[in-house]
């Protein structure tokens, strides 16, 4: 295995909307296709690290190169990036076993620590090689299927990746829930088990460190920052926010700026 060869797939509608590729090409060897029939033939003679693929409109057919490489290369670490984000397709997406999954748009620091993680995944070789299933499942097919008999922490990784991709949008417990093939109290109870938190508590806990994240850029408001994380009272984020990183969001920023000069 090279551990600084990628293997980038892109299966977009509209290829030159945008070119996520790029980012990593820098960083890592990468091979860039749009023809998913030649990923056995690169797969065997590059030993890559990873794989990645890349859609805006994923459908059943587009979806099928992934479910195939999954089937064929068990322990080849994959990240799915998509613009056209629903419920069902990341259940789908965790039921392949992708081991990352991304929707658009995403910041560019933040997709570059997903392949360096995804890529030292692959180095450990730490996947299991299990037999996936033969068909591209349907992607409105209730998430219970997929969920009931994965361990506790399994059956609620639908959840986290729905929080990751949608912590600024408003989180109801009743679909995460769903997702995780679960009633909303048993869904509760399995969380705090788990987590040792409540899931509310778990996603304030997680849009603030994405607000601690936003707050280090330059120029970063706090008005924009807390909307941007799914906070609609500034009162509320402000609360938040000390009650988790111990001052106020005005103090925090004001020590970024003071750590990069800035007056």
């Not at 989180?171 to 938190?197: E, P």
């Not at 984020?237 to 920023?253: E, I, K, Q």
Request: proline share 6%; with cysteine.
């Amino acid at each position: 295995m090279d551990p600084r060869t990628l293997i980038w797939v892109d299966l977009r509608v509209q290829p030159f909307a945008t070119d996520l590729s790029s980012v990593v090409r820098s960083t890592y060897q990468l091979r860039y296709i749009r023809e998913p029939s030649v990923i056995p033939k690169l797969v065997a003679a590059l030993f890559p690290a990873a794989i990645c693929f890349e859609y805006d409109k994923p459908g059943p057919k587009e979806l099928e190169p992934l479910r195939r490489t999954r089937l064929e290369f068990p322990r080849l670490p994959v990240l799915m990036i998509t613009v056209e984000h629903w419920e069902e397709l990341a259940v789908w997406a965790l039921r392949m076993r992708v081991c990352d999954y991304l929707v658009v748009p995403v910041e560019i620091n933040d997709l570059c620590s997903r392949i360096a993680t995804l890529v030292s995944l692959g180095q450990r070789k730490s996947l299991q090689g299990e037999l996936l299933d033969r068909g591209v499942p349907d992607i409105a097919t209730s998430a219970a299927r997929c969920t009931n008999s994965a361990h506790p922490r399994d059956r609620l990784l639908p959840a986290i990746s729905y929080v990751e991709a949608n912590y600024s949008e408003k989180v109801a417990l009743g679909v995460v829930a769903r997702l995780c093939g679960l009633g909303r109290y048993q869904f509760s109870r399995i969380f705090k088990r788990v987590h040792g938190t409540t899931f509310r508590d778990f996603l304030i806990a997680h849009r603030i460190n994405r607000a601690v994240h936003l707050l280090h850029a330059p120029g970063a408001s706090i008005t924009d920052v807390a909307f941007s994380v799914g906070f609609n009272d500034l009162s509320h984020f402000a609360h938040m926010f000390r009650r988790y990183v111990g001052v106020c969001p005005s103090d925090y920023l004001n020590e970024t700026k003071s750590a990069r000069g800035e007056g």
